[in-house]
């Protein structure tokens, strides 16, 4: 944090949306950036900030000075020889504010008050070339225009979500979105790229009759300004999204170079947990190939008791050992205890339940053969990545469409149901498919078709690979242009 960003390079400004499925991706987006020449500012909130010292604090002091300093998550990449730089801005509510349980206020603070502490911080560093920012900001466009500079938008999840939010206007002049009476149920084959999509598989939010929530105001305001960006960059592969990138590149450069992982996929040199991992290995170690079951519902979103205690009912009657990742606040930060109180008594010797835990690694280990997610991208890319079938229980935003890739187009996993106002499932359903996912036709199925995806996945970051000709030409286009111009 001490010194300033190199004067001789072009100076980027990242700036990631304050979630944590958000901030991995742009965490290992920044080391690459800096990597291919540039010098970086990325920029957390404080109160990211202070969620991840918490959890990362032996890790982050190896890099911190004798008083424990600033914990600069990015000490060790910059001690490697990387130009990157660490800062933090406050998100207009105490870092202590229970964002989880009042998730409305603190979107409010981000929809108003966010930009303002955004725009102080760029007018006190060194002149800034270009702004990466989530795509997800409401302010990105406008601010790199008041700048001088170019917007790239960063773009976390699949090419086809972006590209339904970006065609909002059409779903709601064909009546699919925002109709005033009760949306259209037929389904949808008007939008470019898109061959046909069922309203079910939209995300939640173009799903919901009231259209009038402040999360709501924050898409519609970001996609204004995302139609306004220089540059879209994607943590996604041209080849599994082929027509969907081909029609959003004709409206505006569009780079796909996911996924973006840390350099040796299971660890990283950035600390970007929100919880403290656990280490599960010792139950891992001791099982057979393919014989434990991930299960994990993310870093954000909400599940209702009733529904967690219909999955535990199923997963203690499927036999299958298993890794369950429980956050504190699964339920709400008032609920610290989310599972029946039988369960981890009546499980015990066949699993673990944890806060959170080292996803990467745990998918990647040879005993792991299935994995029941909410659909989250960042754990779809890393369970393909690792080899890992899922089964599908999506909650709300892009994960119902996500599902709609990972079953219905990739063939690589089960689907559980599941909903954002669609929640009910039974035991019995619970238990029957994570039967049929690790030890049924269907799981070997899913496995067979998931090494193919893997496979391109691995070519795409390969050398000459797409992701990485993409990356390439993104840089190159982007040097190009700020060099065109003088950074303010």
Partial sequence: MEDSPSTTKPHLLLIP?????HIIPSAHLALKLAAAGFSVTFVNTEAVHHQIALANDEYLARFSGADGGHRDIFAGARSSGLDIRYELVGDGLPVTFDRSLNHDEFAVQLLHSFHGKVEALAGRLPPISGLVADTFFVWPATLARSLGIPYITFWTEPALVFSLYYHMDLLRHHGHFGSQAENRKDTITYLPGVAA????????YLQDSDTTTVVHRIIFKAFEEAHQADFILANTVAELETETIAAVHREKPFYAVGPIFPAGFTRSAVATSLWAESDCSQLLDSRPRGSVLYIS??????????VLEEIAHGVMASGASFVWVLRPDIVGSNDPEPLPAWFKKETAGRGIVVQWCR?????SHPA?????THCGWNSILESVWSGVPMLCFPLLTD???NRRLVVGDWKVAVDLGGGSGRMAVRREDVAEKIGRLMRGEEGVMAREEVKKVRSILQGALAGGGSSSRNFDRFVEDLKCRVSSRRPV
Avoid: C, N, R, W
């Fill in 368 to 372: 792991v053969g299935g994995f029941l």
């Fill in 399 to 401: 994960q119902f469409t």
């Fill in 197 to 204: 999509i069922e309203p079910t598989d939209l995300m939640s």
């Fill in 17 to 21: 949306f304050p979630f944590q499925g």
């Fill in 297 to 306: 519902f993310g870093s954000y979103a909400h599940v209702e008791k009733k």
């Fill in 359 to 363: 996803q990467a690694e745990v998918l």
